[in-house]
Nanobody, 119 residues
Framework: QVQLVESGGGLVQAGGSLRLSCAASGRIFSINDMGWYRQAPGKQREFIARITSGGSTKYADSLKGRFTISRDGAKNTVYLQMNSLKPEDTAVYYC?????????????WGQGTQVTVSS
């Protein structure tokens, strides 16, 4: 059983910062790409960023410069540092990871963490 658990969401004023964490646990052989997505009310889930096991990163063009993805391989954890937050950043934030177990490789998702940015 593999689980991804996000943390670090909350309420912040516009211009503030938050750091989200997502920890993977369970019967993990290796973790390949890890990423972050978000979904605002009434909108489709939106790609934010991903990071490979080697540390290469890719960002949504609209968020590049304000959001930074990183990971700690020893802790099986991916982070999302969010700066200069805007009310339009309000959404549920999800992490995902391509995880190889002893029997297969599968994309797992976390349960989501709410981020609310007040104006």
């Amino acid at each position: 059983q593999v689980q991804l658990v996000e943390s670090g969401g909350g309420l912040v004023q516009a211009g503030g910062s938050l750091r989200l964490s997502c920890a993977a646990s369970g019967r993990i052989f290796s973790i390949n790409d890890m990423g972050w997505y978000r979904q605002a009310p009434g909108k489709q889930r939106e790609f934010i960023a991903r990071i490979t096991s080697g540390g290469s990163t890719k960002y949504a063009d609209s968020l590049k410069g304000r959001f930074t993805i990183s990971r700690d391989g020893a802790k099986n954890t991916v982070y999302l540092q969010m700066n200069s937050l805007k009310p339009e950043d309000t959404a549920v934030y999800y992490c995902n990871a391509l995880i190889e177990s002893a029997v297969d490789e599968y994309v797992y998702w976390g349960q989501g963490t709410q981020v609310t940015v007040s104006s």
